[in-house]
Nanobody, 121 residues
Framework: QVQLVESGGGLLQAGGSLRLSCVAS????????MGWYRQAPGKQRELVAT???????NYAEAVKGRFTISRDNAKRTVYLQMTSLKPEDTAVYYC???????????????WGQGTQVTVSS
């Protein structure tokens, strides 16, 4: 069984910084792309950032220049460093591994349970 577990969410004021972490555990052979998504109340889940196994990154326009995604393949961990946070960044942030390969050599899409980030004005 595979789990993605996020941590690092919280409540903070606008302009502040926060670092989210997501650790993958279980019978994992390899993890290709990893990413962060977010869902605000009443809105659809949206892409925040993705990173390939080699470290190539992609960001949503709304977070470019403020958020940085990184990963440690040995630790099976992906991070999201968030700076200059705005009230509109308030959302539940989810970790995603769209093609995580397990010991049965099948790639599957996995999601974490989410971590709440609340930014007050």
């Amino acid at each position: 069984q595979v789990q993605l577990v996020e941590s690092g969410g919280g409540l903070l004021q606008a302009g502040g910084s926060l670092r989210l972490s997501c650790v993958a555990s279980g019978r994992i052979v390899s993890i290709n792309d990893m990413g962060w998504y977010r869902q605000a109340p009443g809105k659809q889940r949206e892409l925040v950032a993705t990173i390939t196994r080699a470290g190539a990154t992609n960001y949503a326009e709304a977070v470019k220049g403020r958020f940085t995604i990184s990963r440690d393949n040995a630790k099976r961990t992906v991070y999201l460093q968030m700076t200059s946070l705005k009230p509109e960044d308030t959302a539940v942030y989810y970790c995603n591994a769209p093609r995580l390969i397990t010991t049965d050599l099948i790639g599957r899409d996995y999601w974490g349970q989410g971590t709440q980030v609340t930014v007050s004005s």
